[in-house]
């Protein structure tokens, strides 16, 4: 970015222009630069640009590069065990996502997917897919590549605790390829994943009062470099 | 057989086996009167207005001219069912398709063309004899009448007002109708009781009585249909028929020179057989959504392999992808010898026209709905269609019956029971998961204890039914908070233990 501002000689094709119009056009590249997830600037820190989908909690926003989450790729999301809110940090997003008219793919929850919450989450159980626990983890994965692959699982979630780096690496690829969203719920943080950005969820902090807020740790995120962290309230509503 | 060569004039009408049969050759009588608005009353007007007939439908009454309609009558059906007689009338006529390619339906009858089959067979009455035989046997074997009536007449209506009179007539020349129908009661044109009744108050009881009569005056008293019937019979007017088609099956196979243990080698050769499926297919404007693979093996039972669709398809190269997903994922017994296509079932061909002008959302949309069933097909094959499931939401007070999960393809049924909208749901909060089976809390000093210790948030939530199915539940639920953070849904028991059960996590 810097080195655009220092360019003291206008390239050919702008030479015709009148200096000022060259200075607003500085600050369009700004915007365009800002708004372009694959650039990484390390001077800047997270949260430049709007270009990511608003997780509904402003906290996590603040933290996430793009102000959101991304448009597509692999995350990983990882809890001490299932059930520490990782859902419901999905809301937002899998609500926006069947909007759009995309399905959302479970595959191997590790238990029974209750409709009436999904009904009250505002999600269309018509455009729930699940694909069951029993299956083998070799067609859990192929499965979710595939569904990665094709570009209307507008969102693939998926529960396996340990994965090789060889395999997420594959999955990130095929999410960049069919342009979805995979997420991944683990038990285990591993390092060195090629996943576009990894969430911990840590016990939240010994009951004060009424304080409901669960730790949600920033790990890796592509576009920001050190681990940040967030107290997020999962249950606004109740 | 004799040869048809050596028969190359047209036999002379014969008599039938039946003595009742009888020939009618008569010459029209002068001053043939023509039925309808048109009609005309002198005969060589009468024959321009054929000829204008034959004009507008020319290539129809060309053909026609030399059509001998076999109509075949099957009185003993009428005791059966509607849906039983154009079953048997559908399996008799693939019978009657041995003498002619061209055989239509009409009610309790059967009508073929058999003009063109004459010389071939060598007459009229090998080809009845044929039917005779064939018909009577299949007709016995359901428990019926092994006999039926029949008739031949250059008009496809003649031919079926002839036969249903039950005297077998048979009629070579058109000009010969108009007297072999007169002889007929009134009894077996089409008509309703009410015209019944007022024909017979006319004091007509044979055909020949109508012929009496003027045209438009009939068509005032009885309809178009009634004189469009009779201007039928005398092949005034174009009788256009649906054929019969047999129904559609598809079966081809292939035995491979040399055995195969290499499944991919086997891929091209479907590919061809598939191509000629979906050949099939657009030829017959069907789509089809179950085929059946059959690989055979020396000395051992076939590998069967099933596709089923989601959505009734044509189109090679998605059977060809789903076979090549079932065939990544199938180990062979032993080397293949023989591969075999069948088609199991075919269904109507749906296909959907793009807008012209760029309306974006709904036409994607729909692009891209095929290609999610396509997709959904593919999961199905590879993980077994009991792997893939989708949720429901029913109206229910006990919160494990609240959900359901049903396989893709009974989704009719899930139609029925049309997903509940959000004001019957529950509007308390419950869980993303649920446990399939509660787990019991431990007290631990006083407090309940899972992971760690659990304190509660909201409820209670008193949830009592199924008093009347003897599985008494009475529970009141309670959304509680772990020291660790994660929500649970817990209940207690409000019988005689009063334990406590965690049954979901809000996740």
Redesign the interface.
């Known amino acids: 970015m810097t080195i655009i501002r220092n360019h003291d000689q206008p390239q050919a094709g702008y030479k015709n222009l009148p200096a000022g119009k060259a200075c607003g056009h500085t600050t369009h590249i700004d915007t365009l630069l800002q708004s372009n997830p694959n650039l990484w600037r390390g001077v800047d820190m997270a949260g430049q640009g709007c270009h990511g989908h608003s997780t509904g909690f402003p906290p996590l926003d603040n933290i996430l590069p793009g102000r959101g989450w991304p448009h597509k790729g692999l995350m990983e999301i990882i809890t001490p065990h299932w059930g520490m809110g990782e859902l419901q940090l999905l809301i937002p997003l899998m609500r926006s996502i069947v909007e759009q008219g995309q399905w959302i793919l479970w595959i191997s929850p590790p238990y029974l997917l209750y409709a009436p919450a999904l009904i009250q989450a505002g999600i269309n159980t018509d455009q729930v897919l699940l694909v069951k626990l029993d299956t083998s983890c070799k067609d859990a994965l192929w499965s979710m590549e595939k569904a990665l692959q094709t570009e209307n699982c507008g969102l693939v979630l998926a529960w396996q605790n340990w994965l090789p780096n060889k395999v997420l690496r594959r999955l990130q690829l095929a999410a960049d390829v069919g342009n979805t969203l995979g997420v991944l719920f683990k038990h285990h943080d591993s390092e060195h994943s090629p996943s576009l950005m990894r969430l911990k969820i840590g016990d939240s902090l010994p009951s004060e009062g009424q304080f409901n807020e669960s730790e949600v740790t920033l790990i890796k995120a592509r576009g920001n470099f050190r681990p940040l962290t967030a107290r997020v309230n999962f249950y606004q509503q109740t | 057989m004799e040869d048809p060569d050596s028969a190359a004039q047209l036999p002379l009408p014969s008599l039938p086996d039946n003595s009742t049969a009888r020939v009618i050759r008569l010459h029209p009588r002068g001053g043939a009167k023509s039925l309808g608005n048109a009609a005309t009353t002198t005969k060589d007007a009468g024959s321009d207005h054929c000829r204008s007939d034959q004009q507008t439908t020319n290539r129809q009454t060309a053909s026609k001219r030399n059509c001998l309609w076999y109509a075949l009558y099957f009185p003993q059906l009428g005791e059966l069912n509607k849906p039983q007689q154009e079953k048997y009338l559908h399996e008799l006529a693939g019978l009657v398709q041995s003498v002619s390619s061209t055989v239509s339906f009409h009610p309790l009858t059967l009508i073929c063309e058999i003009r063109s089959s004459l010389k071939y067979f060598a007459g009229i009455d090998v080809i009845h004899n044929k039917l005779k035989r064939q018909l009577g046997t299949q007709l016995s074997a359901w428990g019926l009448a092994n006999d039926f009536l029949y008739a031949a007449s250059p008009t496809v209506t003649a031919s079926l007002l002839l036969a249903r009179s039950g005297r077998n007539t048979l009629v070579y020349q058109k000009e010969n109708l108009r007297s072999a129908l007169g002889k007929l009661p009134t009894e077996v044109l089409d008509l309703d009781k009410e015209q019944r009744r007022r024909l017979y108050n006319m004091g007509v009881r044979h055909l020949s009585d109508i012929w009496r009569l003027p045209g438009d005056g009939l068509r005032k008293r009885f309809g178009s249909n009634f004189v469009n019937q009779l201007n039928k019979a005398l092949g005034k007017v174009p009788e256009p028929t649906r054929n019969y088609l047999p129904p559609p099956a598809f079966a081809t196979s292939c035995e491979l020179p040399y055995e195969l243990e290499n499944l991919d080698r086997l891929l091209p050769l479907a590919d061809e057989m598939l191509a000629q499926l979906c050949d099939f297919l657009r030829r017959r404007d069907l789509a089809t959504s179950h085929l059946l693979f059959s690989l055979s093996h020396e000395k051992r039972s076939s590998t069967k392999i099933e596709l089923g669709l989601r959505q009734a398809s044509r189109s090679q190269e998605h059977l060809m992808l789903l076979l090549e997903t079932r065939f990544s994922n199938l180990t062979i017994p032993a080397p293949v010898s023989a591969i075999k296509v069948e088609a199991k079932n075919f269904d109507a061909f749906s296909g959907h026209s793009d807008s012209l002008l760029i309306t974006g ?1 709904p036409a994607t ?1 729909r692009y ?2 095929s ?2 069933s396509q ?2 097909e ?2 199905q094959s ?2 077994g269609e ?9 109206a229910e007070h006990c919160p494990e019956y ?4 049903f396989n893709l393809n009974a989704l009719n049924d899930a139609e029925k029971n049309k ?2 909208t ?1 004001e019957q ?2 509007s308390n ?8 089976d509660p787990v019991q809390l431990t007290l631990r000093k006083g407090k309940l204890y899972h ?1 760690k210790t659990i ?1 509660l ?2 409820g209670p939530e008193r949830i009592e039914t199924y008093w009347w199915s003897g599985s008494n539940i009475r529970r009141d639920y309670y ?1 509680a ?1 772990e ?6 849904w817990i209940y207690r028991e409000k019988g005689v233990e009063k334990n406590w059960y965690l049954h ?4």
């Open positions: 959302k949309r891209n709905d290609k999610l997709f959904i593919q999961l590879r993980l009991h792997h893939v499931k989708r949720v429901n939401n029913l609240a959900s359901q999960q997903p509940v959000t749901t529950a909060p419950r869980p993303f998961w649920l446990l399939q992971r304190s948030v909201s959304v908070r020291a660790n953070g994660s929500r649970l979901g996590f809000f996740a």
